[in-house]
């Protein structure tokens, strides 16, 4: 769908005032999963496909959110008084959580605006529908209202957001890659300083290809909490012993041998030996690209699902299908990307031949899970921002 014909058949919820345009986009991570949430280096890159705002402003203190993905929902009202989070609400709870948030850190929002969205992230995929519309509300915030928060503090509150308003247990990969990436780069953050560099993303011959095993991921939010709980729980055994660190990802892999005989519980082993060595892997892998040895870039994505697949036990048969269909069909590197349970893959893959390697795994995929599966070949984006007329050209 065009972008202006969403406009022009919401004019009756718009208002015939200016319209401001916005787009944040999804992001992608190339490798370092779950260990955003403990201090490690993830490397992930926003790409092309995400969320727009059309806004106008209103007279009163109301905000009113509509999406035209969800319309079923209707259109959602929320005054400045009254931001608290209500299940009808829906999707608007994340553009909600954020209109408090600024209010409650003290920025002057004194009138309402109209919001309509539309996004062409494909839902529930783990391409971080959600940061990408935390983050959107935020540049609308900023931009409506001039007011002075950059990015990074955007990112932080969006974070936050999530965390508390929400009650997701995320780290801030997410809301980081959506709001500071540069088109054609990825950013390699260190989740526990928040320094980061934007690395060229060169693939030589090679494509980044994402699959979408179209399975919902449900349950993940409740799983995703239950990781990180088993994490505390290694973590607190590790500090009992007197092993001194501040975050998981501190530990170096030449010492988890010696910690590794203090904890008993298989699986609580596993789960932190899982942050260990994905952190040192992210580390290997942007070494790698910046060289451009994608054999071994590709080596280290397998290395990385292997390890989400049967260490920290976030993978699924959808995602596991794709993966090692890509594997057969000659990708140089496969893995699960985002929180797991569903959602996307990741694949490097060389330029001739992604398109005889996207139609085998259709058809394996197809033929082995009975449903299908959506393939996209990854564009970068830069973060979000105010749409200029020439950006919506
Ligand atoms: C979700 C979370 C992120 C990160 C990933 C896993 O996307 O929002 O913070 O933990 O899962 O790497």
Not at 22 to 31: D, K, M, Q, T
């Given at each position: 769908?065009?972008?202006?014909?969403?406009?022009?058949?919401?004019?009756?919820?718009?208002?015939?005032?200016?319209?401001?345009?916005?787009?944040?986009?999804?992001?992608?991570?190339?490798?370092?999963?779950?260990?955003d949430y403990?201090?490690?280096?993830?490397?992930?890159?926003?790409?092309?496909?995400?969320?727009?705002?059309?806004?106008?402003?209103?007279?009163?203190?109301?905000?009113?959110?509509?999406?035209?993905?969800?319309?079923?929902?209707?259109?959602?009202?929320?005054?400045?008084?009254?931001m608290?989070y209500?299940?009808?609400?829906?999707?608007?709870n994340y553009a909600k959580g954020m209109v408090e948030s600024f209010v409650d850190m003290?920025y002057?929002?004194?009138?309402?605006?109209?919001?309509?969205?539309?996004?062409?992230?494909?839902?529930?995929?783990?391409?971080?529908?959600s940061a990408?519309?935390e983050v959107?509300i935020g540049?609308?915030l900023?931009?409506?209202?001039?007011?002075?928060i950059?990015?990074i503090n955007i990112v932080k509150t969006a974070k936050i957001v999530e965390n508390e308003y929400i009650g997701v247990n995320c780290g801030i990969m997410d809301q980081f890659?959506v709001g500071?990436?540069?088109?054609?780069?990825?950013?390699?953050?260190?989740?526990?300083?928040l320094?980061?560099?934007?690395?060229?993303?060169?693939?030589?011959?090679?494509?980044?290809?994402?699959?979408?095993?179209?399975?919902?991921?449900?349950?993940?939010?409740?799983?995703?909490?239950?990781?990180?709980?088993?994490?505390?729980?290694?973590?607190?055994?590790?500090?009992?012993?007197?092993?001194?660190?501040?975050?998981?990802?501190?530990?170096?892999?030449?010492?988890?041998?010696?910690?590794?005989?203090?904890?008993?519980?298989?699986?609580?082993?596993?789960?932190?030996?899982?942050?260990?060595?994905?952190?040192?892997?992210?580390?290997?892998?942007?070494?790698?690209?910046?060289?451009?040895?994608?054999?071994?870039?590709?080596?280290?994505?397998?290395?990385?699902?292997?390890?989400?697949?049967?260490?920290?036990?976030?993978?699924?048969?959808?995602?596991?299908?794709?993966?090692?269909?890509?594997?057969?069909?000659?990708?140089?590197?496969?893995?699960?990307?985002?929180?797991?349970?569903?959602?996307?893959?990741?694949?490097?893959?060389?330029?001739?031949?992604?398109?005889?390697?996207?139609?085998?795994?259709?058809?394996?995929?197809?033929?082995?899970?009975?449903?299908?599966?959506?393939?996209?070949?990854?564009?970068?984006?830069?973060?979000?921002?105010?749409?200029?007329?020439?950006?919506?050209?």
């Amino acid at each position: 769908m065009k972008i202006q014909d969403i406009i022009d058949s919401n004019l009756d919820f718009l208002g015939t005032k200016e319209i401001n345009k916005y787009f944040s986009p999804g992001r992608v991570n190339l490798i370092g999963e779950h260990i955003d949430y403990h201090g490690g280096n993830v490397f992930p890159t926003a790409i092309n496909l995400g969320t727009y705002a059309f806004v106008t402003k209103r007279e009163d203190n109301e905000f009113h959110f509509l999406s035209s993905n969800f319309k079923k929902f209707g259109k959602r009202v929320a005054s400045l008084e009254d931001m608290s989070y209500k299940n009808i609400d829906n999707w608007a709870n994340y553009a909600k959580g954020m209109v408090e948030s600024f209010v409650d850190m003290g920025y002057s929002i004194k009138s309402g605006l109209n919001i309509l969205i539309y996004g062409n992230l494909p839902n529930g995929a783990g391409l971080s529908s959600s940061a990408s519309l935390e983050v959107l509300i935020g540049t609308v915030l900023k931009e409506e209202y001039n007011l002075d928060i950059d990015m990074i503090n955007i990112v932080k509150t969006a974070k936050i957001v999530e965390n508390e308003y929400i009650g997701v247990n995320c780290g801030i990969m997410d809301q980081f890659a959506v709001g500071m990436s540069e088109v054609n780069k990825a950013i390699y953050l260190n989740t526990d300083t928040l320094e980061y560099e934007l690395v060229p993303l060169e693939l030589g011959e090679y494509t980044l290809v994402i699959a979408n095993t179209n399975k919902k991921r449900s349950l993940s939010d409740s799983k995703y909490n239950e990781r990180r709980e088993e994490c505390d729980k290694g973590i607190e055994i590790l500090k009992n012993e007197n092993i001194k660190f501040n975050n998981l990802c501190d530990i170096l892999v030449k010492d988890y041998e010696s910690i590794s005989n203090l904890i008993d519980d298989k699986i609580i082993n596993n789960r932190i030996k899982h942050a260990i060595f994905e952190n040192d892997r992210t580390v290997k892998a942007v070494e790698a690209l910046r060289s451009s040895d994608f054999i071994a870039f590709g080596k280290l994505m397998n290395e990385s699902h292997d390890s989400l697949r049967d260490l920290y036990e976030v993978s699924c048969r959808e995602l596991d299908v794709l993966v090692d269909s890509f594997r057969a069909n000659g990708a140089a590197g496969s893995r699960m990307t985002g929180a797991g349970f569903g959602g996307c893959t990741i694949n490097l893959v060389k330029t001739d031949i992604v398109h005889d390697v996207i139609k085998n795994v259709k058809k394996d995929y197809l033929n082995k899970v009975g449903h299908k599966a959506d393939f996209y070949k990854v564009k970068t984006s830069n973060g979000a921002k105010k749409l200029e007329s020439e950006d919506l050209l």
